[in-house]
Every structure is written in structure tokens, then in C-alpha cells.
């Protein structure tokens, strides 16, 4: 069992930058992958980036390459989430998931925990 709840949402303007903080619960947390999603009013949830149990494999969907890094530290017990400028079509609630296999995936059944989700915001 995988306990994850995030922090470090906010309002920002347009360019700024963000860390996104989930910190789980659970001793297992070392072997799970980890991904980041997110949803915005009236759209589906959408994969944002992913990393593997041991840090070395890393994914991102187009819309955030180049701007956004994930990160762990299994030793916190803890993934980050870097967004840098920021739009304000980031603008979302933001979830951090745990998977089964380790490996970090961009598809949401492939997640058994989810946190409660942070609330980004991006004005223009």
C-alpha cells in the first residue's frame, strides 16, 4: 500500500516556474514508478511525465518536453515535478501515481495509487 500526497501548487503568472512535491507513504515506494498527470475543467486527465523506480528512465508527453523535469529520492521517499515557464495552458490539478511494474508508463491504468491532487494555476 502506497500512501501519496502532493504539494507545492500555487498561482503564477505566465514564465514562471513551480516544484511539485508528492511524498508517499509506503515501503515500497523504491520499487514503484512514478508518474505525474494532470486535468484541467472539462478535459480528460493527460499524462505529463513519468520515471522509473530507480531514477535512470524518464518520460514526458510533447506538451512539457523541454520545460518540465521529474525527479525522486528514494531515500525521502519523494518525486518532484520542475515546471519551468509555465503557461497558461498548464494551468490544471496536478496527481501523482505510483504503478505496479516499476518501469514509469504514460498510461493512467498502469497506476495502482493516486494522490489527492494540487491545484497549478498560470494567469496570462
Known amino acids: 500500500q502506497v500512501q501519496l500526497v502532493e504539494s507545492g501548487g500555487g498561482l503564477v503568472q505566465a514564465g514562471a516556474s513551480l516544484r511539485l512535491s508528492c511524498a508517499a507513504s509506503g515501503r515500497t515506494f523504491s520499487r514503484n514508478g512514478m508518474g505525474w498527470f494532470r486535468q484541467a475543467p472539462g478535459k480528460e486527465r493527460e499524462f505529463v511525465a513519468a520515471?522509473?523506480?530507480?531514477?535512470?528512465?524518464?518520460y514526458y508527453a510533447d506538451a512539457v518536453k523541454g520545460r518540465f523535469t521529474i525527479s525522486r529520492d528514494n531515500a525521502k521517499n519523494t518525486v518532484y515535478l520542475q515546471m519551468n515557464s509555465l503557461k497558461p495552458e498548464d494551468t490544471a490539478v496536478y496527481y501523482c501515481a505510483a504503478d505496479r511494474w516499476g518501469a514509469g508508463s504514460p498510461r493512467a491504468s498502469d497506476y495502482d495509487y493516486w494522490g489527492q491532487g494540487t491545484q497549478v494555476t498560470i494567469s496570462s
Open positions: 520515471i522509473s523506480w530507480s531514477g535512470h528512465s524518464t
